[in-house]
């Protein structure tokens, strides 16, 4: 899914494959939701859910604000999440470096409109960062007023790209 958007200058730091973008999707705690208005770009850090199934990311915010008036004036949308690994010293300040990891995600956001894909998108949100903990039984599932409580959104990947540079040796 890459194209010129998400080209690498380092190929050799590139991520081997889509399968490793999305472990990195999963296992990735925040994530950030860059919007632009007017040349005038703004940046969101948010928990998300990687939806495998259908190729696209889920997150929350307040139904009133920034996030909501960007996504609703021009829908084009990146996304990243990152990790750092060691801490690589070296012999000249030139060669300093750390190990890494991070993706690049282009799309398209929409606001979620239709209660029964809130839901699914609040829920995915629960069981990534809650997995042993089950609605019903240690918690009260979502209600349809929480769902009034909350602006869900969707980003439909279009491309995206995985970096990464690990220790060799």
């Given at each position: ?10 190929l ?51 139904t ?8 609703e ?33 282009f799309g ?5 409109g ?44 279009d ?11």
């Amino acid at each position: 899914m890459n194209d010129e958007r998400t080209r690498l200058r380092r190929l050799d730091r590139a991520m081997p494959s889509d399968r490793e973008i999305e472990a990195m999707l999963h296992k990735a705690q925040i994530g950030f939701i860059a919007t632009s208005v007017s040349d005038q770009p703004f940046i969101n850090p948010n928990l998300f859910w990687f939806d495998a199934a259908n190729r696209r990311l889920y997150f929350h915010t307040a139904t009133e604000g920034r996030a909501l008036s960007n996504v609703e004036r021009n829908s084009q949308v990146c996304f990243s999440t990152a990790e750092m690994g060691k801490l690589l010293p070296a012999d000249t300040a030139i060669k300093f470096s750390t190990e890494y990891a991070s993706v690049i995600v282009f799309g398209e956001a929409r606001v979620v409109g239709s209660d029964q894909e809130k839901r699914f998108g609040l829920q995915g949100l629960l069981d990534k960062y809650f997995p042993d903990l089950q609605a019903g039984e240690d918690y009260r599932p979502i209600i349809s007023d929480e769902l009034d409580q909350t602006a869900v959104y969707a980003i439909e990947i279009d491309a995206w790209s995985g970096k990464q540079k690990v220790e060799s040796g």
